[in-house]
């Protein structure tokens, strides 16, 4: 199934997208942060993970789970 995007943006991905490149300026890319950690797994990645999962689920209205995955983290 392949989906397409629509042509016009809603205003909410018009918002979302100028906080993004605001802050891909300030924050560093991920391959930067992870180029000097164990493979496969580092410890202190997955302690700095969990620590901004539960930080997110502190600090967002209504949020009550997060979980890590990869670099990512879903709430």
């Known amino acids: 199934m392949k989906t397409t995007l629509p042509a016009r943006r809603d205003q909410s991905t018009v918002t979302m997208k100028a906080l993004e490149a605001q802050y891909r300026t300030v924050l560093p890319e991920i391959s930067k942060y992870t180029r000097r950690l164990q493979r496969p797994f580092d410890p202190k990645f ?14 967002i209205d209504g949020a009550q789970f997060a979980y890590t995955q990869s670099d990512e983290i879903p709430w």
């Open 46 to 59: 997955t302690a700095d993970m969990q620590a901004r999962a539960q930080y997110l689920c502190e600090n």
